[in-house]
């Protein structure tokens, strides 16, 4: 096998530092685990205009199709606010989502022990949580047609349009059972069955992949109002959960939060296999550029170093090496060990984001 490739993009704000932070991580790998990348790295979003003039290249974007795998970092900031909607540091992102086909969002909502007294939430609801939310990511509400404010006598009307085919929820629903099959079997559909044709078809479709292809998964349909009550009442009912581009993108925050900072969360954004069978991937925190803190060394990389074991797992079939890298950060915490973001008010003194990075190698380091 040749070297699996890997094109980094750190981006804006704070991007670049936690990449930092993530190239140290990806160079222990191919020093001690025989795990060595193909690492290229270009620009996107407001670092790609102010070279480029465009937040998206065209030669970036046949980098990132050709790529096994695309870590991003984070894009936007005040200074590209007033640009035009067509060249804001976003459109370089929603480009690579979009051009890619990249359908199945994976939202890992994962407790680490140490951190259980973040939640907002009691400690026993959430000590623990270990739950995927599985996001529509390329069709749905945001992007069906009609869509606009009209005018309809003498007022406006604003519309858009949920649309779904049987095709765009089986492969979604595909992806999500192959998840749940990975992990304890389980699988939860959320819609709106009740008062939405699209949420008759999401349930109808998903029900026939299930019969047809993964019946040995345990299948359950849950409407998505109630989803959400049953996520903050008690979540450790779930473990994947599947849903549509809109409930998707509630459900995901919501559940995400469960666990406490931003600083902490990774994201997958797949799409179908390449000839070399890694399906199209793009990984990414799901925070954004922070300008508030960008250049100060206050930025938590842990989002972005769990986004390259999301890599590792769901782009290079590690498994067991992206486990060794959460357990390092789940040590590192444990030691006590804290970015500002994860402070409360107690004034303990937070360490900077290189020696975030430094002690997660040196947990990896102890891991062998
Ligand atoms: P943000 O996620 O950048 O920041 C929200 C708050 O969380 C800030 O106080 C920030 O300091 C803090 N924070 C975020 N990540 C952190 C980390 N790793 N460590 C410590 N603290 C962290 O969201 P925002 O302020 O609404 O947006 C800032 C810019 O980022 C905007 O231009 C926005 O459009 C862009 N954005 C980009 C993405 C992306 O690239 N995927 C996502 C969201 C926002």
Not at 10 to 18: H, L, Q, T
Not at 98 to 117: I, T, V, Y
Not at 201 to 228: C, F, I, K, N
Request: charged share 25%; with cysteine.
């Amino acid at each position: 096998m040749s070297t699996p490739s890997l094109l980094i993009l750190p981006g804006d704000g704070i991007g670049p530092e936690v990449m930092t932070e993530v190239r140290k991580i990806i160079d222990w790998f191919g020093a001690n685990r025989d795990l060595a990348f193909d690492v290229s790295e270009d620009l996107v979003g407001g670092a790609a205009y102010d070279a480029h003039g465009t937040p998206l290249t065209d030669e970036t974007m046949a980098r990132a199709q050709a790529a096994d795998a695309v870590l991003l970092g984070a894009v936007g900031g005040p200074k590209y606010d007033s640009l035009d909607f067509s060249v804001k540091p976003e459109r370089g992102l929603l480009r690579l989502r979009k051009e890619m086909d990249l359908f199945s969002n994976l939202r890992p909502a994962q407790c680490f022990d140490a951190l259980a007294d973040f939640s907002s939430l009691k400690k026993d609801v959430v000590a623990g949580l270990d739950i995927m939310i599985v996001r529509e990511l390329t069709s749905g509400v945001y992007f069906g047609e009609p869509r606009g404010i009209f005018k309809e006598g003498n007022e406006r009307v604003g519309i858009n349009t949920q649309r779904y085919t049987e095709s765009e929820i089986a492969r979604v629903a595909r992806s999500a059972f192959e998840l749940a099959r990975k992990r304890s079997g389980k699988l939860c559909s959320m819609e709106k069955a009740n008062v939405m044709e699209s949420g008759i078809l999401w349930r109808d479709v998903v029900t026939e992949v299930h019969q047809a292809e993964y019946s040995d998964v345990e299948l359950s349909h849950m409407y998505a109002d109630a989803g959400a009550m049953q996520l903050t009442r008690w979540p450790k009912q779930f473990d994947v959960i599947v849903t549509d581009n809109l409930f998707g993108d509630l459900l995901s925050d919501l559940a995400a939060m469960l666990t406490g900072s931003l600083g902490m969360l990774p994201s997958a954004s797949l799409g179908a296999p390449m000839e070399n069978g890694r399906p199209k991937a793009l990984y990414e925190p799901v925070h954004g550029s922070a300008p508030d803190i960008a250049g100060q060394g206050k930025a938590n990389p842990i989002a972005c170093i769990l986004s390259f074991a999301m890599a590792l797992r769901y782009s290079f079939d590690q498994g067991d090496e992206a486990t060794r890298l959460e357990q390092a950060v789940e040590g590192v915490l444990a030691d006590g060990l804290r970015t500002a973001d994860l402070l409360g008010e107690d004034g303990a003194t937070p360490i900077s984001t290189g020696q975030m990075g430094d002690a997660i190698v040196a947990k990896l380091s102890a891991s062998l």
